[in-house]
């Protein structure tokens, strides 16, 4: 083995990786991670072929493990010669490249549940991978379209402010769970749309229950003009991240993700697309909202055969004001307090 030492991180990932630097066939390039176990310090690590490894000290006798049920990643022993001395390392290997990504969260997951505690760190290597194990056999999928691409910005706009007031709150974004709305919490629901379009306020509405107010609750719109590739826009992989960095759940924020459509092994695609928000607008959606519900075809509902109406909505034949910013930033204040009280009675909360 060839040894580096630093801090395990992106960039080490990149050093490992760098060009030049991959190892022979047979042989390891670590990167000391310092996190020290009672056996010896945790390694980043890349093979002759190219495949990410998280490497943590084993003793001598440890039992042989063979966790190959996951086509993308395994956990087995696997012992090394480092100099003139043969060691014994607990191997959490990535077996497919497109799942570099999603597998250095799970490494970073690992790390730092070993740095609280080492004390057993094959059973926090299988743990780990038992949480991540669905998302590392997903089946490849089609990159997103710029239009689903913009709307999971707009999402995550709103979730990074979210994160911002609590990172523990994920269950706030319910779009991605297949919810008639994007946020959702006891007494009041927020539904976000998004356009590049510059010259309108025109939006698609799907089904007859998107703007259907929830019983005993206040529902908002939140319509949003973005800029393709604007001077001052960010990707939607940086989005992510930033809202990764504050700290919510890696494991079902990267689950959300792929729920919603986006892949963490499609990111250097998606960092060619940036966001700049524009403008946007907020309402509450009241009576004279324009808008269609089932509500508007009476007891029998829509004639028989009609299927899956869509319909576009322009806020600028709307008469009512937009609120204003600051109503949004109490919006979101009462999404986070009333995603803590789940049992509290539901009531409608007013802006």
């Not at 604007?230 to 079902?252: F, K, S």
């Amino acid at each position: 083995m060839t040894r580096d030492n630093a801090w395990p991180t992106d960039v080490a990932w990149k050093q490992l990786e760098s060009p030049g630097a991959t190892p022979t066939r047979g042989e390891f390039r670590v990167f000391d991670t310092g996190i020290s176990t009672p056996n010896g310090n945790v390694l980043l690590a890349i093979d002759g072929s190219g495949f990410r490894h998280l490497l943590t000290p084993a003793p001598d006798m440890f039992e042989a493990a063979h966790d190959r049920r996951s086509g993308g990643v395994h956990l087995v022993t696997r012992s090394l010669l480092d100099g003139s001395e043969q060691r014994q390392y607990i191997d959490l290997a990535c077996q497919k490249e497109h799942l570099n990504a999603v597998f250095s969260h799970m490494a970073d997951e690992v790390l730092a549940d070993l740095g609280l505690n080492s004390g057993d760190a094959f059973q926090t290597c299988r743990r780990t991978l038992q949480r991540w194990r669905e998302l590392m056999d997903r089946e490849v999928s089609p990159v997103m379209t710029i239009e689903a691409l913009c709307g999971l910005f707009g999402e995550l706009w709103h979730m990074r402010a979210i994160a911002k007031r609590d990172p523990s709150r994920l269950c706030i974004w319910q779009g991605p769970r297949g919810a008639r709305h994007d946020f959702s919490v006891p007494g009041v629901a927020l539904e976000v749309k998004t356009t590049l379009r510059r010259s309108h306020w025109m939006f698609r509405i799907h089904g007859l229950t998107q703007l259907d107010t929830p019983a005993d609750a206040s529902l908002y719109l939140c319509a949003m003009r973005l800029e393709l590739n604007g001077a001052a826009g960010i990707t939607v992989p940086d989005l992510a991240q930033q809202i990764i960095d504050l700290g919510v759940d890696r494991h079902e924020f990267v689950t959300m993700l792929a729920g919603a459509g986006y892949h963490l092994k499609d990111r250097m695609h998606y960092e060619q697309f940036r966001f700049e928000l524009l403008d946007l607008r907020l309402h509450e959606v009241v009576d004279g909202f324009p808008r269609l519900t089932t509500a508007d075809f009476g007891v029998s509902g829509p004639p028989h055969g009609v299927m899956e109406i869509d319909y576009t909505v322009d806020l600028a034949a709307y008469p009512a004001k937009s609120l204003a910013l600051t109503d949004l930033d109490e919006l979101l204040d009462v999404l986070v307090t009333n995603s803590r009280n789940p049992d509290a009675p539901s009531a409608k909360s007013s802006l």
